[in-house]
Structures are given as C-alpha cells and as structure tokens.
C-alpha cells in the first residue's frame, strides 16, 4: 500500500464485527488525490460500514485508516484516539447520509453555517457569507432562508451537501444520497455530485445508480458478504464484470433499464 499523499483515502485490512456478525472482513483498498470510487453491491454487504468507518461514526475492530496526512491505526495494541483526536479526523471527511439529517429548526442558511461557527468557531458574519456562497453553489440561492419543511427531497438533500462541503473536508463520502428521493429529485442531486467529481473532490460513494456511476466514477469496487469481490475501472466493471457474483448482481439493473426502455 502507498504511504504517498497523492492517495487520499488509504485502508488497510480493516475488520468489524457487530456481535458474532462479521460485516467487514479485510477490506483494503486505496482513493487516489480527486478520485471518484463507486461502492456497489446487494444490501448487506458492508457498504455504508465501510463509509461509517472512514468517517469514524463505526468504529472498526482492525486495520488502519489514513486520510490524507492523518492515519488512526485500530490494531490490538495500538492506543485508542482520544474524543479530540477522532473529531480532528472526522472533520477531514464530509458525509452525506440517505435521510439528510437537517437540523429541522433551523433554516438551510443556518443548518450550512452550523458547523463552521461551533466546531471551528468561525465568526458569523464570515459563516453566513460562505453558506450562501455554498447554497448557490448547489443551486439555492433562493432558499437561504427557507426552513427544512418547506424543502423538497431533493433541496433537503442538496443543503447537506453544502453543509458537508462548509466544513471543507478533504473527502466527501455519499451514503445512498439519492436513495430516499423521488425519482424525479435524483438528478438534481446527482448533478451536484458530478459537478463536484469535475472539480477534483475525492469521493466514495455508495449508490445504486449504475448509469450515474459508470459515468462518474474513476473505480467501482462490488462488496458482497463483507468482502471485496471485484474491483476495477468503473466501466469494465459495469459493463464486463470478471465474477459471477458480480454478473448476478448487475443484471438486475440491467433488466430494469430494459424494461424501462
């Protein structure tokens, strides 16, 4: 594995188990400097642990995990991070989950300026100028001041990316972003990814839009059962899997694609 800081994301046999229930076995795998990977495979594999885990929600029971400069070794014997240290690496990594996690008090203006002004104490005024700078930025500007309730899925969703990218973070990891959507809000969202990817944001992603990921992604690595069944560049991936298992898998979306044609 690469020590080089031109790869930003770097895991090395990681490991976590939920009881007797082994959810990651081993994973390795390496995002270069603006990289784009896509995570696929059937539910339950380990996909969003595996995103958990590189943002420290999950804490893994082995391995190691370096973003960027910052490496957090969880091998037996290694002293654990402290609260500050584990935050200090969190906020290299901005996450978007499936269901937006909006503050539901607070408008779009304030959920963006809400970390930059309680974790790195930036002054308002300066807060409020960059979430307005973000919101236009995911295209809405218009809707600074509007309260979640008042948002569609879709602009719910897209705060959150500008409330992840306030932090600037070194990384942005998409749990199934457009998963709780309503099919026509998806695009929406998946524009603002693509936009990011073009401007050279490495990002992990979990999805099950096959085309966006064929389109945008630099890798796509298949998981199933807690392990890493094939990896490779993304359109070979999708388009010529090497496993069976991935063959399987990928039909299905290629049989929902021809019936929807």
Not at 150 to 171: E, T
Not at 227 to 254: M, N
């Amino acid at each position: 594995m690469s020590n080089s800081i031109t790869t930003m994301i770097e895991v090395v046999g990681l490991k976590k188990s939920f009881g007797t229930h082994a959810v990651l076995r081993d994973i390795s795998l390496e995002v270069p400097k603006g990289g784009v990977v896509a995570l696929i495979g059937p539910s339950g594999s380990g996909k969003s642990t595996l995103l958990r885990t590189l943002n420290l929600l999950t804490l893994p029971d082995s391995g190691y995990i370096r973003v960027g400069a910052s490496r957090i070794d969880f091998t037996a014997g290694q002293r654990m991070p402290r609260d500050r240290e584990l935050a200090a690496f969190r906020a290299r990594t901005g996450m978007v989950f499936q269901n937006f996690n909006l503050f539901p008090h607070m408008s779009a203006e304030a959920n963006v300026m809400e970390g930059p002004v309680t974790v790195q104490r930036m002054k308002k005024p300066e807060a409020r100028a960059l979430a307005r700078e973000l919101l236009a930025k995911v295209g809405l500007a218009d809707r600074a001041e509007a309260m979640p309730e008042q948002l569609s899925g879709g602009q719910k969703q897209r705060v959150a990316i500008a409330r992840a990218l306030a932090m600037k973070p070194d990384v942005m990891l998409f749990d199934e972003a457009t998963s709780a959507l309503d099919p026509e809000r998806v695009a929406e969202v998946l524009a603002v990814m693509k936009q990011l990817a073009t401007e050279g944001m490495t990002m992990l992603l979990v999805t099950h839009e096959m085309a966006f990921a064929r389109e945008v992604a630099d890798t796509v690595i298949f998981m199933r059962d807690g392990y890493v069944v094939e990896s490779g560049p993304a359109r070979q991936v999708i388009d010529h899997p090497a496993e069976e298992a991935t063959r399987a898998f990928l039909s299905h979306f290629h049989h929902a694609a021809g019936a929807g044609a």
